[in-house]
């Protein structure tokens, strides 16, 4: 069984940084593609980013410039870097992957995604 396991968030000033980490473990293939999603209290889940073979990058608007996704494959971690942080950034954040490769297309979008972690509580003071 998939697990995916995150790391890395914590509390930090507006204007600041943090680095989340995501630790994938359990499947013998590598995901059509991994994304970062968030969910804040009282509002409906978001696509932050996603990184996959057939979709290269893409990012929410809100984030764009401000965050880079990555993935080193050889440790099966997928990290976010989240720069210039604001208050509205302030979340639980979970890591997810696909295995159905045309699921990609839409998982920014839709959230359809096979597995999911447990996420990683951003706050972020103004």
């Known amino acids: 069984q998939v697990q995916l396991v995150e790391s890395g968030g914590g509390s930090v000033q507006s204007g600041g940084s943090l680095r989340l980490s995501c630790a994938a473990s359990?499947?013998?293939?590598?995901?059509?593609?991994m994304g970062w999603f968030r969910h804040a209290p009282g509002k409906e889940r978001e696509g932050v980013a996603i990184i996959g073979i057939d979709v290269g990058t893409r990012y929410a608007v809100s984030v764009k410039g401000r965050f880079t996704i990555s993935q080193d494959n050889a440790k099966d971690t997928l990290y976010l870097q989240m720069n210039t942080l604001k208050p509205e950034d302030s979340a639980m954040y979970y890591c997810?992957?696909?295995?159905?490769?045309?699921?990609?297309?839409?998982?920014?979008?839709?959230?359809?995604?096979?597995?999911w972690g447990k996420g990683t509580l951003v706050s972020i003071s103004s």
């Open positions: 359990g499947h013998p293939y590598m995901p059509y593609c």
């Open positions: 997810a992957a696909e295995y159905r490769r045309s699921k990609c297309y839409t998982a920014l979008e839709d959230a359809d995604i096979n597995y």
